[in-house]
Every structure is written in structure tokens, then in C-alpha cells.
């Protein structure tokens, strides 16, 4: 059967490259926020921008709700697609976090106050959404050296925790992230008493959300994540006080250098600067 010219045009696959640009813009996006948390400085992407954010794939309403169908993002199951809108608008609302902690100082609290109440509820909306792709599908106690025997047999605080799919472990890992950086820049005009309370509740919060990052780094995801986890990492190890804890944090950015051939050695020897060691455990290698 013969085609004409019409024809041909019609049934050419043409060449598309909204992936290749797709897949670029949010590799970009990845390393814009931690470029801007590292120097302490904005996000070259405008995060208010909205309809950047829109023709990129979110679904984001002009008042800032997150999706346009919250019930529909939830109940559907094994949706590539859902799973990349889910991951990427949680990187898009990173990147307004990072924002946030460069803000000008010269904000009043009030507004200050209002920012941060707005990251905090996009953050509940965003987790309080999630498909049941982004929930762990297996969990387990970490041990944690001897310090299950000197404490009379108490369990470890850390569980390691695997996800099916990559990118949801990724997505989780920051949120987490998130969540300390907004807690530990949150503001407070309470004085006296009641700020040294307050501290106290924000720094016991904080552990637990750097227990998660170091539980999903210890599910040793593909090394395509892991590469991406030595920042939330070395965040978590700030906020660790227990020694175990910390050793862990050091042992994974060994491994991911290890690994992957991304060097960590600078947040190793940050981290232990900031814990105020004298030098590196012996039994971190």
C-alpha cells in the first residue's frame, strides 16, 4: 500500500525532548537548593513563580494549595507519573525552606512568623497526602554497638527503613530535612523559661526527624540516591547527641564516598569539629 507524503508526516515519531529538558530542570533543582543552603543564600530558581513550577509538572493553585486533586494524588497506586509530581513538589517546597533560612533579617517577626507557618502547613498537606507508594515496606532495629548492653538491654532509637521504590525513599529523606531546618529556624518571641522549654521541645523533634534520615540512609537505597543523602546526613549528625547515633552518621558518609565517589570527607570532619571530638573514631572507616 503506498503512503503519501501527508501520510508519512503523520505516522513520524518526532523526536521529543520534554524528558531530556524535564529531567534537567529538576537535576538543576536539586543542586540549586543545596548550592543555596551551603553559601546561605536564595535559591537561583524563583520559587514564587509559579507557572515555572506549573509547566514543569506541579500542581500548585495560585493561592499555594498543593494539587489540584489532593484525593486523586493519594488513592492512586503504582502511577509513575503521581509519584514524580508527589517527589518533585516536595523538592519544589525544599527549595522554599532554603529560601526562607536567606531571607533578609531585616523582616519583621511577624512576617517571618507567618513564612514559617506556611512551609510548616504545606508541609503537613504534602505528607498527610502521600500514596501509599512513599510509605516504608519493611522496617528493622538498628543495633547500635554495645550501647543496647550498657543501658540494661533498651532497644536502639534508629530503624532502618527500606522503600520500594528509590525516589520515594529520596522524597521522604527530604522531607524529613525539611522539617529540621524549618524547627531549628523557627521564630519564638518567647523569652526566659519559656524559650529555654520551647528549645528544649524544637531539639527533641529535631532527633527524631534525624533519626528517619539516618534510618532510610541505612536502607541503602540505589547509589543514584544515596549520592543526594550526604547533605540531610550531615544535617541529622548536627542535631544527634548520642555518640552511637553519631558514629552511624560518620559510617554512612564514609560508605557513600565509598560507594558512589562523592567525597564526604569535608562534612565528616565538620561534623566532627561541631561534636567538639578530638579526632575520628577508629572504628569508622
Known amino acids: 500500500m503506498a503512503v503519501n507524503a501527508n501520510q508519512h508526516n503523520q505516522l513520524q515519531v518526532t523526536p521529543s525532548i520534554t524528558v531530556g529538558r524535564d529531567a534537567s530542570f529538576w537535576n538543576f533543582a536539586r543542586a540549586d537548593y543545596q548550592a543555596a543552603y551551603i553559601n546561605r543564600r536564595k535559591t537561583l530558581l524563583d520559587t514564587e513563580d509559579l507557572q515555572l513550577w506549573c509547566n514543569s509538572g506541579l500542581q500548585i493553585r495560585p493561592d499555594g494549595s498543593l494539587y489540584t486533586n489532593p484525593t486523586n494524588v493519594k488513592e492512586r497506586l503504582n502511577c509513575r507519573e503521581v509519584a514524580q509530581i ?3 513538589t516536595l523538592l519544589w517546597l525544599v527549595l522554599r525552606v532554603v529560601n526562607y533560612l ?5 523582616q519583621t517577626p511577624s512576617v517571618r512568623h507567618s513564612m514559617w507557618e506556611q512551609l510548616s502547613s504545606q508541609l503537613d498537606i504534602w505528607f498527610g497526602n502521600l500514596p501509599e507508594t512513599f510509605r516504608p515496606c519493611a522496617q528493622m532495629r538498628y543495633p547500635l554497638g554495645m550501647r543496647s548492653h550498657q543501658n540494661g538491654g533498651s532497644t536502639s532509637p534508629i530503624t532502618e527503613v527500606f522503600f520500594s521504590i528509590n525516589q520515594c525513599a529520596a ?4 522531607y524529613h530535612f525539611a522539617r529540621i531546618l524549618l524547627l ?18 524544637v531539639s527533641a523533634e529535631a532527633i527524631q526527624h534525624a533519626r528517619e ?3 532510610i540512609a541505612l536502607g541503602r537505597p540505589h547509589p543514584a540516591v544515596r549520592v543526594e543523602m550526604s547533605l540531610p546526613l550531615y544535617v541529622a549528625g548536627g542535631c544527634l547527641e548520642a555518640e552511637e547515633e553519631r558514629k552511624v552518621v560518620l559510617e554512612l558518609l564514609k560508605a557513600i564516598e565509598k560507594d558512589t565517589g562523592c567525597s564526604t570527607d569535608v562534612k565528616v570532619r565538620s561534623l566532627i569539629d561541631e561534636w567538639g571530638w578530638a579526632k575520628e573514631p577508629e572504628c569508622v572507616s
Open 86 to 88: 508527589v517527589a518533585h
Open 213 to 215: 534520615i539516618v534510618g
Open 171 to 174: 522524597a521522604i529523606q527530604l
Open 184 to 201: 531549628l529556624n523557627k521564630p519564638s518571641l518567647c523569652t526566659g523559661l519559656s524559650r529555654l522549654k520551647a528549645y528544649r521541645e
Open 102 to 106: 536567606a531571607t533578609d533579617s531585616d
